[in-house]
């Protein structure tokens, strides 16, 4: 995983609607960039609700919050579309940028090893250098904690 005083790698990914977005596209702004494994599922739900519950919190501290899965756009629109999600959520199905960020690891799953997502959160600071990172995140309370530690950033 990348670590406090990298530079955040860029990137461009399709959105729910198909349009690209760049990490560049935010700067002089706080990102928040959470990896997650995958749309509507409990995990993934509580945390992007979560999140959109705490979206003002984030504006007032001129922060956006951004989601990657590798979910496709289609996924992403329908998740959003069931739980009214104002988070922008990013389709990464090659996982080329969830490699880059190093949160594409092995899992072990009731004994049994696998690849998959593992839940992980950086702060990228409005000059694109990483400031914060939170690694193997609990969903619940998740979004709270990093807008409580974006206000004291």
């Excluded at 990914?13 to 959470?34: I, T």
């Excluded at 992403?76 to 739980?83: A, G, L, M, R, V």
């Excluded at 490699?99 to 702060?123: A, D, H, L, P």
Aim: neutral net charge; glycine residues 8%; proline residues 4%.
């Amino acid at each position: 995983m990348l670590e406090v005083g990298q530079i955040a790698p860029d990137f461009a990914l399709l959105d729910a609607h198909g349009n690209q977005h760049k990490l560049s596209d935010f700067k002089g702004k706080k990102v928040v960039l959470y990896f997650y494994p995958k749309d509507d599922t409990p995990g993934c739900t509580k945390e992007a609700c979560q999140f959109t519950d705490n979206f003002p919190k984030f504006e007032n501290i001129n922060a956006v919050v951004i989601g990657i899965s590798a979910d496709k756009p289609e996924s992403h629109k329908k998740f959003i579309d069931k739980y009214g999600l104002k988070v922008l959520l990013l389709s990464d199905p090659e996982k080329e940028v969830i490699q880059k960020y190093g949160v594409w690891q092995e899992k072990n799953m009731y004994g049994k090893k696998t690849f998959g997502i593992v839940r992980s959160t950086y702060i990228i600071g409005e000059e694109g250098k990483i400031i914060k990172v939170y690694k193997n995140v609990k969903a619940d309370g998740h979004a709270e904690k990093v807008a409580e530690d974006l206000s004291n950033l």
